[in-house]
């Protein structure tokens, strides 16, 4: 078995380890948009927000059999890496899924980690896997998708109105791409409002958010020709941030777009902004990214309060994903 690093850069590296990530959708989660190449580079080059993971090609005989994925952040969670492997579905129950996730342990003991992570789809492949290998189920995250031409818009301007009704102390502002660089620490400060989301039974401490890791992510975004729209909420009266939401429309496939952060900073919560974020969102996309067909967003499982506000708003249920962790 032959383990190589793919860098950003090896165009051929890139494209089988793509192939391999494609064929893997195609037969586990077809309800997902397609792998692209050129997307996959970008991940590969600058990750979620500017750290990218090892990504490892593996082949046997030279034939591209799976792929692995290692990843750890500099800002917080130090005893942990997250891992990632994804077996080819023609090559699977020949012990390759067990060799990459050795050579992706051998790792982590060596940084000095001491727990490992992983996510999977839920189906009876990855339960045994992950079980076998002492893993334990720590979370239950549900993937949805919005389309846009079945949101109910009358639904959608009752519910604006009735949010703006309860939050008249708050003005709605958007953005388009990068923040300029003196609002990046108010920014930081609001992004970790997110650490309220529920993460459920994972071993994970609270992100940390320095005004260079926000400016890193929307970099990251930005640089694989995504367009990252934010809606954020400001208290009129002290000026401060009170919450946001963030959905990032696909370069390549300007149809598909993907919601990220969505979080109202505590002080501010009870005044309906979270559905306020979200209708207003959806307002714009319509003004100014008309071409939007779909919406795609993670929730944990138990995070009621975002999911029934989603499903207010039509999202669908489309895969349902678990979050494994171990001691190391
Ligand atoms: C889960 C996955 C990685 C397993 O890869 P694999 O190469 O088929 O796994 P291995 O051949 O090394 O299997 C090792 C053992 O795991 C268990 N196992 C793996 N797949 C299984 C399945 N579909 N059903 C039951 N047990 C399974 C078995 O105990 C197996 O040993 P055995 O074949 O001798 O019975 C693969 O199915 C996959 O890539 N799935 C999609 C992506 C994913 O969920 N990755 C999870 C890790 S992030």
Known sequence: ???????????????????????????????????????????????????????????????????????TTSYDNQHLAWLGIDVHPAHRRRGHGDAVLAFLLDRARAEGRTSVGGNTWDAAGPRAFAARHGFAMKSVEVNRRQHLARVDRVELDRLHADALRHARDYELLRRVGATPAA??????????????????????EDEVFPPERVAAY?????????????VYARHRVTGELAGQTVVVVEGERPEVAHQHDTSVVRAHRGHR????????????????????????????????HMISVNQALGYEIIGRGLAWQRPL
């Open 1 to 71: 078995m032959d383990i190589h690093e793919v860098a950003w850069s090896d165009e051929e590296g890139v494209r089988r380890f793509a192939a391999v990530k494609e064929a893997v959708r195609a037969a586990d989660a077809p309800w997902e948009h397609p792998v692209l190449a050129r997307q996959t580079a970008g991940v590969l080059r600058y990750g979620w927000d500017g750290e990218p993971a090892g990504s490892f090609l593996v082949s046997v005989d030279g034939v591209d059999v799976a792929t692995g994925e290692y990843e």
């Open 183 to 204: 609002e990046l620490p108010a920014l930081a400060d609001m992004t970790a409002a997110i650490n309220d989301a529920p993460t459920d039974d994972l071993d994970i």
């Open 218 to 230: 929307e970099e990251a975004q930005l640089s694989v020709g995504k367009t990252l729209l934010r």
């Open 273 to 304: 902004l979270g559905v306020l974020l979200k209708t207003e969102m959806l307002h714009w996309l319509a003004e100014e990214q008309p071409q939007v067909e779909t919406v795609d967003t993670w929730n944990a499982e138990s995070n009621d």
